[in-house]
């Protein structure tokens, strides 16, 4: 069955710090990956997109991600975050069909 | 602004009743995307219309019904409302030329009490 999987619901992390969000996919299709952002009230937001190439793929915010082939992963990083990088974060999959399916999302908390 | 736009915000209204929920995508958009956002299932696929026509269905109750127009803007139809209905309600739209590229409205978030 294909799935996407954010293990993290929530990760908290000290001002820049870095910090990696989790994601993981179940899928025997080629499939396109990306990364959206939620901020308070507000709707998503692209981060970054992986469709094909090289596989770390860099984003808005100084946000990049790594895909992983073989661990069937795109793990969302950034080497130091800002209080303003506090939202939710939700890794998608296009399975090769119309729709995108989304993780559970991942509540990221940056303590100062 | 993601240039999508979303009527109304916030809804609250009773068990057993029914609401319309309005979504106007990018100018230029063919594509327009529902998806259901609550606390216990994430955000689930609803369905998505191309230039009019249903081009996708996802985890959509017989109770919802959607339509896109002519003039592509798009509407959700909630009927027989019940508690569990309570959510955010996002649309989202895009050209097609871009996979994966959505993008979202603010959410119609809809209360039923």
């Known amino acids: 069955a294909q799935s996407v999987t954010q293990l993290d619901s929530q990760v908290p992390v000290f001002e820049e710090a870095p910090v990696e969000l989790r994601c993981n996919y179940s899928s025997s299709v080629s499939v396109y990956l990306f990364w959206y952002v939620q901020y308070p009230n507000q709707g998503l937001q692209l981060l970054l997109k992986?469709?094909?190439?090289?596989?770390l793929v860099k984003g808005i915010n100084g946000f990049e991600a790594e895909f992983n082939k073989s661990q069937t992963s795109f793990h969302l990083r950034k080497p130091s975050v800002h209080i303003s990088d506090t939202a939710e974060y939700f890794c998608?999959?296009?399975?090769?069909?119309?729709?995108?399916?989304f993780g559970t999302g991942t509540r990221l908390t940056i303590i100062p | 602004d993601s240039g999508v736009t979303q009527t109304p915000k916030h809804l609250i209204t009773a068990t057993g009743q029914r609401v319309t929920l309005r979504c106007s995508p990018r100018?230029?958009?063919?594509?327009v995307y529902w998806y259901q956002q609550s606390l216990d299932q994430g955000l689930q696929f609803l369905i998505q219309y191309y230039n009019g026509e249903e081009r996708a269905k996802g985890n959509i109750l017989e109770r919802f019904s959607a339509q896109q127009f002519p003039d592509l803007h798009s509407e959700l139809n909630l009927s027989s409302l019940e508690l569990g209905d309570s959510a955010l309600y996002f649309c989202?739209?895009?050209?097609?030329?871009?996979?994966?590229?959505?993008?979202f409205g603010e959410g119609s978030r809809l209360t039923v009490l």
């Open positions: 100018s230029g958009d063919l594509s």
């Open positions: 989202a739209s895009t050209s097609g030329a871009s996979i994966g590229e959505l993008f």
């Open positions: 992986y469709l094909s190439g090289s596989t």
């Open positions: 998608a999959v296009n399975f090769g069909n119309e729709k995108l399916t």
